[in-house]
């Protein structure tokens, strides 16, 4: 068995990965490029995708999903980053929002939204960036005052992934007057798409991630009904706290599956395109190169799938969390950069998968915390 050899799946997630891989092959792929002229996928890949059992996997059959562990979820991240498929925002709706609802959610809520939600009918976003606060949730300015039976949310989002899509928000906001309430003054809110007083702003045009519709969300004395509070009034930050550790490793999970594949993209271009007479991948600069990037790659294979064995025992600290999503998408950029000087001047053409992945992974050492801010959370525990 050699070093890179996976044990953390069994037969049936196996089986399952034939079948999501199929789907993307005839659903997504197709598709993509049109997508990301479009600036986002189509509502019927999303129906397809919950029809299929992409979406939801870890939520309850009771509430629509399919009552597995995480593990189908990571199938779903690795089948995608392996085509570098990154307008659907599959992961975000079913193990962000979802698992949001399903914790902390009232029975009412979890009928509601989350069998909706597995079947590719409600798509849902969490809205936690704004404009002038990026990793620091203390500072969210937006505001739900209650009144009567209803909040009224005034305030802006940005950078809000399945923005223009979505049909449920689940707003971070302050529901605390006082100033001095700090994380203990915010909240979580699920605003409809359909609400009064909410609109969506431009779908922002971005470096990469062309296909995904990501957006600036306004609110404007919305009125949301006062049984759409997400758990207690005040706990928000808390709740946010205890998710970000599986969010983060989700940024690790994609990171090396993208650098799998640009490793493949890589070997298949260097054996065909030749140079002087010989293969590219002949040449003692591109086989060290490989031989570095392979062993890269490995060594960042095994750490992550410790840190999946990890979530999945409930023992995936937010340190380690931290950790997996700094070092795999620094680890992404770095392959992916190296890969793309080996496909010399056809690597810049936007036609070649590594062009684009090239571009799309700048963002995974920005969003869940920038790796900035990952190695400030690893430092405190030093």
């Not at 562990?69 to 199938?75: E, G, L, N, Q």
Request: aromatic share 8%.
């Amino acid at each position: 068995m050699s070093a890179a050899a996976r044990t953390i799946f069994e037969e049936e997630h196996e089986i399952f990965r034939s079948s999501v891989r199929r789907f993307v092959e005839t659903e997504i792929v197709p598709h993509h490029a049109q997508w990301e002229k479009d600036g986002q996928i189509s509502r019927e890949a999303w129906l397809k995708a919950g029809e299929t059992g992409l979406l939801c996997c870890s939520i309850p059959v009771e509430y629509g999903g399919m009552g597995a562990d995480k593990r189908m979820s990571v199938i779903v991240f690795e089948e995608l980053a392996r085509v570098n498929a990154t307008g659907p925002g599959f992961g975000l709706h079913s193990e962000i929002v979802a698992p949001y609802i399903l914790a902390y959610g009232s029975e009412e809520q979890k009928r509601h939204y989350l069998p909706a939600m597995a079947r590719g009918e409600k798509i849902g976003a969490i809205a936690m960036t704004e404009p002038g606060t990026g990793s620091d949730l203390q500072g969210v300015r937006t505001r739900a005052v209650l009144d009567g039976n209803h909040y009224v949310l005034n305030g802006s989002k940005t950078f809000i992934t399945n923005g223009q899509m979505a049909d449920l928000v689940v707003v971070v906001t302050k529901t605390d007057t006082d100033p001095e309430a700090g994380h203990k003054g915010i909240s979580l809110i699920i605003v409809d798409g359909d609400t009064d007083g909410f609109r969506r702003g431009r779908n922002l045009e971005k470096l990469g991630l062309k296909a995904q519709d990501t957006s600036e969300l306004f609110f404007d004395d919305a009125r949301v009904p006062a049984t759409n509070l997400l758990g207690e009034e005040g706990k928000g930050f808390v709740y946010l706290m205890q998710e970000l550790a599986w969010e983060r490793l989700q940024v690790a999970i994609m990171a090396v599956a993208s650098a799998e594949a640009a490793l493949e993209w890589t070997l298949d271009y260097t054996r065909q395109r030749k140079a002087f007479g010989r293969a590219i991948a002949e040449f003692q600069n591109s086989r060290f190169t490989l031989a570095e990037i392979k062993t890269e790659v490995t060594v960042a294979r095994i750490f992550v799938d410790r840190c999946i064995q990890l979530m999945l025992e409930d023992a995936l600290d937010a340190e380690t969390g931290a950790m997996a999503k700094y070092w795999a998408s620094d680890l992404q950029g770095s392959v992916i950069d190296r890969c793309l000087q080996l496909h010399g001047g056809y690597g810049f053409m936007w036609e070649y998968p590594i062009a684009r992945a090239h571009a799309d992974a700048r963002v995974q050492r920005i969003y869940a915390g920038t790796n900035e801010i990952m190695k400030e959370i690893i430092s405190r525990n030093l």
